[in-house]
T-cell receptor, first 115, second 113 residues
Framework: GAGVSQSPSNKVTEKGKDVELRCDPI?????LYWYRQSLGQGLEFLIYFQGNSAPDKSGLPSDRFSAERTGGSVSTLTIQRTQQEDSAVYLC?????????????FGPGTRLTVT | AQSVTQLGSHVSVSEGALVLLRCNYSSSVPPYLFWYVQYPNQGLQLLLKYTTGATLVKGINGFEAEFKKSETSFHLTKPSAHMSDAAEYFCAVSEIGGFKTIFGAGTRLFVKA
């Protein structure tokens, strides 16, 4: 079956604009994660969805960042009023469920550049 | 709080030489440990993981790692490097029963012909 897909693969936007990044997880995976990967940095956890439970938003860096997951499947990460420091690769991952024996499957990422 | 330290942001080896990528972690409880690899312009792919049981874990592409609790380490090794191993490698830790995985900063492996 298909892996995790993300769109767009690249996004260039002007400072102050809003952007939406999309993630399609693997079918049947109940857990979905968003990470941010900045140049020379590790992966920074942003948000986690598990089934119909309330998401864990503890990693979101500011209130300009939000995410939703519709129907327990597709997720959208929205960044409002983008800033240059938001430039990074945004990675989405999904897994079968809770419990860390479940491997996370990563998408190819969306490279966001804020000019 | 959990954390992961990868020693060396860049490691360069000759083709056929031993690969050793170092990872140390801190965790207040027994952890799950992972190594992921990221090839250029791709997402991360799981190389191997330690959950319970045997402390020497074998993964894909000839890589293996050993969980050493006394040293809080989970170093990644491969006896003989191949050009195709050139990539970025991430060590990660999570608590048993938890969901949040903490990643290290990554080590970029260069393989010289």
């Amino acid at each position: 079956g298909a892996g995790v897909s993300q769109s767009p693969s690249n996004k260039v936007t002007e400072k102050g604009k809003d952007v939406e990044l999309r993630c399609d997880p693997i079918s049947g995976h109940t857990a979905l994660y968003w990470y941010r990967q900045s140049l020379g940095q590790g992966l920074e956890f942003l948000i986690y969805f598990q089934g119909n439970s309330a998401p864990d938003k503890s990693g979101l860096p500011s209130d300009r960042f939000s995410a939703e997951r519709t129907g327990g499947s597709v997720s959208t990460l929205t960044i409002q009023r983008t800033q240059q420091e938001d430039s990074a690769v945004y990675l989405c991952a999904s897994s079968l469920g809770t419990g860390q024996t479940y491997e996370q499957y990563f998408g190819p990422g969306t490279r966001l550049t804020v000019t | 709080a959990q954390s992961v330290t990868q020693l060396g942001s860049h490691v360069s080896v000759s083709e056929g030489a031993l690969v050793l990528l170092r990872c140390n972690y801190s965790s207040s409880v027994p952890p799950y440990l992972f190594w992921y690899v990221q090839y250029p312009n791709q997402g991360l792919q799981l190389l191997l993981k330690y959950t319970t049981g045997a402390t020497l874990v074998k993964g894909i592409n000839g890589f293996e790692a050993e969980f050493k609790k006394s040293e809080t380490s989970f170093h990644l090794t491969k006896p003989s490097a191949h050009m195709s191993d050139a990539a970025e490698y991430f060590c990660a830790v999570s608590e048993i029963g938890g969901f949040k995985t903490i990643f290290g900063a990554g080590t970029r492996l260069f393989v010289k012909a």
